[in-house]
């Protein structure tokens, strides 16, 4: 008792509380919130508002048998036609995701970035995952390319920097202990091990990590027993053969631009989002709307592909480039989003191609890489620049977009009352990609699943330019709620009419403008001629701000 007499009896009673909580937790299953009702204090009250739910994958978590019962997953694993969804725990599970690392991404081919991209010697492209660690692949002295684990070989130290970059003429050096190597991963000089008994410099090299290309794209692979990447791609070049069949134009292009996002929810969300166009006319109804897809046919290999019907490229806008059908060169007449499993998308399309490479970074966080490729010629091109710009503004537009109903996602998954949902036949590829990641998580499913060998999609496709669909979409639209008189969204077209046209003076509100989907409608609503009012949840959130105080003063001088 002598030890507790300082500590005061409120905090005492609120820790014997807060056991007393856990210890019925373990006999019954939990309400979601702390029983506030069995306290005789009212201190414990802040608690209870402050805690979570317990979600059904905490619970599945203490027992791995149940976890990964194939029978759990017995109706994921239908034909598409009678086929649901994953369990929510695949989503936020610490067991599931741990097993993901060692069962689905050690073994992957990871893509680190182009060729083009180091070119002179000590050039390089680092990255750091949570499955193998750091990883740089650097432009030798006699002009090959080197894989190796970007960890000091003394102590253990990052040596390179996440990201592109160049390292010193000298040679890459340890940030910690200057221990410097080579190009190539061998060590060059070790300062003050001369007294060092049986070290010869000569003999230390950093360890080598496996690397393989195609047409420029540069992959590694952290473990020695996976599979050859060609073996992976399996007939892709063939399927696709404009890009990268023998004289494919992908060899011949150079990554203009690279962009980052971090996203908190779990990789999965991102992955599946990216096999189907179902969700483009909701999710996209402002900017890149309706997506017509059909399935890649039968091919070989870890991969899948949406094939997307379009009488242009699919980057830009509706609304860009008017009545310019061809703002770039094309070489290939069609466009196919390509999944390569598990977390890699190629988006190959008429006059260039882009990647997004999906980097889980933990249960419900995800860094997504992306690059964007043109044909050499292309880039020459006076124009280009200013066509560039354009279509970049396009993808951080689709992608924030996607990102936000990502996290939608992991937010609404963790419902008490989420039951998995069947698949629509505009989820093929999500339901194939789905099957694939199951047949490596489960025991005894390996090779179950072949992502090649399509599953029946039934007769009649449904399409996402569906008139009832629209109609819903475009009902939603009018009918938020606005400040003032305003009953509804005056009739908005899309695109929005031009400035200074019959909108001028009307205005409108927006809440959560702030976020990736208000900032897009803040922007869209001043280019159409409406006085935009805003609501935000913290104006002295600078980095928040920013983006629309910017909106803000550009309308000023426009105006």
Known sequence: ???????????????????????????????????????????????????????????????????????????????????STLPSECYSSRKWYLRELSRVFMPAWLLVGRADEVVEPGSYLAVDTEWGG???????????????????????????????????????????????????????????????????????????????????????????????????????????????????????????????????????????????????????????GPMKSSPMGPHSGDWDAVRVPTERSVVPLPTDFEGERFPLPTFADHSNFVNIFPALQINVTWDCIWWMNILPTGEESTRIQMGFVFPKATVQLDRFPSVLERYLHRWHVAVSEDNEISLNQQRGVRSAFRVPGRFCQLEFGTHNFDNWLLSKMLDGRAGAWDPGQRVFVGDNVFSNDDKHMLDLVQDSLEKLEVEGDYKSFPKLQRPLAPRNTGAKGVQVCVTGATGFIGLHLVKQLLEGGYIVKVAVRDASNERKMAPLLALRAHAAGQA
């Open 134 to 288: 750091p990883v740089v692949v650097c432009r030798g002295r006699d002009g090959q390319l080197y894989a190796f684990a970007n960890v000091c070989a003394h102590r253990g130290a990052k040596i390179l920097p996440d990201g592109r970059g160049k390292a010193s003429p000298v040679g890459m050096t340890c940030p910690y202990h200057a221990w410097t190597y080579e190009f190539n991963g061998t060590l060059k000089w070790a300062p003050g091990m001369e007294s060092s008994k049986s070290f010869e410099e000569s003999h230390v090299r950093l360890a080598s990590v496996r690397l393989d290309t195609l047409h420029g794209f540069i992959f590694v692979c952290h473990s020695k027993e996976a599979k050859p990447l060609l073996e992976v791609l399996g007939d892709l070049p063939e399927k696709l053969a404009p890009w990268f069949g023998p004289q494919g134009t992908v060899k011949d292009m150079v990554c203009v631009q690279r962009r980052e996002y971090q996203v908190p929810c779990n990789w999965k969300f991102i992955m599946e989002n990216t096999c189907e166009t179902y969700h483009t006319a909701v999710v996209h109804k402002g900017s890149l």
């Open 1 to 83: 008792m002598a030890e507790t007499a300082a500590i005061p009896v409120s905090v005492q009673r609120r820790l014997q509380h807060v056991l007393q909580h856990l210890a019925k937790s373990k006999v019954s299953s939990c309400s979601g919130t702390l029983d506030t009702s069995a306290c005789a204090g009212e201190d414990i009250e802040d608690l209870g508002k402050a805690s979570q739910r317990c979600h059904s994958a905490d619970a599945l978590d203490e027992d791995e048998k149940v976890l990964f019962d194939p029978q759990r997953f017995a109706e994921t694993q239908k034909p598409l036609l009678e086929a």
